[in-house]
């Protein structure tokens, strides 16, 4: 009987241990970044900045425009280009982190291929108190699309920081545009946005 | 000791163990957190007084308020160091911002402002604080150097923070009372 019971315990242990070992979170999960969720069209907060998307637009094609050239930029996915506003709250900074969250759980960084355009997220300095309007853009598989989730953080490496969470929800446009042209302008925002 | 003794004891041991080996690793990171940490001290200084700090005699100059958009001004801070132990000055790296009422904190921007360079371009033209400002620096002839901001329109009680790692621990505060 006491055998058996000893055995028992053992195979309780056991159980139990193996449990714990499955249901650790490992380094990166519990060092994640901390989900400040919203949707678009909100202004978003975290302790030292503010994000909000105001715009989405699809297309198949994006043209920039600098200096009197025009540049294509082609794709054999589809362009996600965001228009929205950043404020920083307690220090300069830059917002050094965008990702496109897929409903798959696949993640898209910004593009690399605009940074001459203005007001681009990555490029953009931040003072405390002095919104600036930006503009991101991701190249996409179409699908990924839907129900997707816009990430935006300071930094990419910096543990247990804050990071928007921004649900495109029901705001993804109707329609995809053949051609979208980004421009410089002098007005208020860096950057006009023509669909064609 | 009898069984219950021991049961109670070792109870007792792994209260006691448990959270010392929980310090004993985390301590070092303990250590760097800022809220133990408690930041450097701070040396704090109004408006024109000169100050020992990093190797030298600081004082600031000037802090003006110059125009830029509606919302936004830019501030130009003239500041001057008279080294007195230039191998501490060549040591460290400065790094200037400017605080305001809220605790804001702005760092200097990095291409002069064409509003600076209009209205004050002999100021345009003085180095920002860093080690090469004191290359060709004398013991005790001024170096006067030069740093820009852009704050909010309604940013008050502006202060200049000077720091600079590796010469010394402590952060120079100039409280700028003037306006």
Not at chain 1, 60 to 69: A, I, M, N, P, Y
Request: charged share 25%; glycine share 6%; net charge neutral.
């Amino acid at each position: 009987m006491s055998a058996f019971r000893t055995l028992l315990l053992c195979g309780l242990a056991i159980a139990a241990l193996y449990g714990m070992r499955n249901s650790t979170p490992g380094y990166g999960d519990i060092t994640a970044p901390i989900a400040i969720r919203g949707a678009v069209g909100e202004r978003v907060e975290t302790r030292d900045f503010a994000f909000g998307a105001a715009n989405v637009h699809l297309a198949r094609q994006l043209k920039v425009e600098s200096f009197g050239r025009v540049k294509d930029f082609s794709t054999s996915g589809i362009w996600l280009v965001i228009e929205g506003a950043a404020v920083s709250k307690t220090e300069t900074m830059t917002l050094m982190s965008a990702e496109w969250l897929a409903s798959n759980g696949v993640r898209y960084a910004l593009s690399q291929r605009f940074s001459t355009v203005p007001g681009y997220l990555p490029t953009e300095r931040l003072e405390p108190g002095l919104p600036r309007p930006v503009l991101l853009a991701f190249e996409l598989p179409e699908a990924a699309v839907d129900q997707g989730t816009l990430l935006v953080a300071r930094s990419r490496v910096s543990p247990l920081a804050e990071e928007l969470s921004i649900a495109l929800g029901d705001k993804k446009p109707a329609e995809i545009k053949p051609s979208v042209t980004i421009a410089r302008s002098g007005s208020r925002a860096p950057w006009t946005l023509a669909a064609h | 000791m009898s069984e219950k003794r021991t049961f109670w004891t070792c109870l007792l041991a792994l209260i006691v163990a448990l959270p010392l080996a929980f310090v004993a690793r985390a301590w070092e990171s303990l250590g760097e957190s800022q809220w133990l940490a408690g930041g450097s001290p701070e040396v704090v200084v109004a408006d024109e007084a000169a100050q020992a700090f990093a190797g030298g005699q600081w004082k600031l100059m000037d802090m003006r308020r110059l125009p830029r958009t509606d919302d936004a001004r830019v501030i130009l801070t003239e500041f001057e160091a008279s080294p007195t132990d230039l191998a501490a000055l060549s040591k460290g790296a400065c790094r200037v911002r400017l605080i305001d009422d809220k605790g804001r904190r702005f760092e200097p921007v990095t291409l002069t402002e064409p509003i600076v360079r209009e209205m004050y371009p002999e100021v345009a033209e003085r180095p920002r604080c860093s080690v090469l400002a004191f290359t060709d620096a004398k013991a005790g002839s001024p170096v006067r150097m030069a740093e820009s901001f852009i704050v909010p329109a309604e940013a008050r009680d502006l202060s200049l923070r000077i720091e600079f790692p590796g010469a010394s621990d402590e952060t120079l505060v100039f409280k700028w009372t003037r306006s």
